[in-house]
């Protein structure tokens, strides 16, 4: 069965912009959460969506924010886009939320570059 | 809080040599812990889990990893290392975050495999 699919792959924008990333899960996947990955700070939680519901967020500003929709798409969106918001933000999908051991999917990524 | 870290930025084998990636975790009770694997420009692949049982983990690819309470160490094993290995490797522990569990992830080790 299909992955994890991210869109837009890579993009650039200029500071001060919004940018809205998607993600489809897995088929079955009620949960989704997102990551973002810089080489300064690795691999940082942002937020995790199940059954439309934020379920947990991560230390970010209110700048970034999400959505889940019924059929367990979600979106990300950050605004008022700064130089340091360049990175690789990384979806992921699995059958349940925030149990300990839970299996992770994770898509390829959408590359945000912020000029 | 929970923590893992993975004290090597950079590993360089030869082609065919054995490979250990150490991972260290910070974690009270009983961790339950991962080991992933991103190769350039993609997501993350779970190679393998633990949280429980045998103490050694048999991954996909050839991958093993050991569990060791005393050591609060949990490193990844390879017996022989093909050049399709080179790739970002990250250890990550099931962290309880607002009521759930949400994987920390450790800064990551660059394997560079050498003909």
């Known amino acids: 069965k299909a992955g994890v699919t991210q869109t837009p792959r890579y993009l650039i924008k200029t500071r001060g912009q919004q940018v809205t990333l998607s993600c489809s899960p897995i088929s079955g996947h009620r949960s989704v959460s997102w990551y973002q990955q810089t080489p300064g700070q690795g691999l940082q939680f942002l937020f995790e969506?199940?059954?439309?519901?934020?379920?947990n967020k991560g230390n970010f500003p209110g700048r970034f924010s999400g959505r889940q929709f019924s059929n367990s798409r979600s979106e990300m969106n950050v605004s008022t886009l700064e130089l340091g918001d360049s990175a690789l933000y990384l979806c992921?999908?699995?059958?349940?939320?925030?149990?300990?051991?839970?299996?992770?999917?994770f898509g390829e990524g959408s590359w945000l570059t912020v000029v | 809080a929970q923590s893992v870290t993975q004290p090597d930025i950079h590993i360089t084998v030869s082609e065919g040599a054995s490979l250990e990636l150490r991972c260290n975790y910070s974690?009270?009770?009983?961790?339950?812990l991962f080991w992933y694997v991103q190769s350039p420009g993609q997501g993350l692949q779970l190679l393998l889990k633990y949280f429980s049982g045998d103490t050694l983990v048999q991954g996909i690819k050839g991958f093993e990893a050991e569990f060791k309470r005393s050591q609060s160490s949990f490193n990844l094993r390879k017996p022989s290392v093909h050049w399709s290995d080179a790739a970002e490797y990250f250890c990550?522990?099931?962290?309880?975050?607002?009521?759930?569990?949400?994987?920390?992830f450790g800064r990551g080790t660059s394997l560079i495999v050498h003909p």
């Open positions: 974690y009270g009770a009983t961790p339950y």
């Open positions: 990550a522990v099931d962290s309880i975050s607002g009521g759930s569990y949400i994987p920390t």
């Open positions: 992921a999908s699995s059958l349940e939320a925030g149990t300990a051991g839970n299996t992770i999917y």
């Open positions: 969506y199940f059954s439309e519901t934020q379920r």
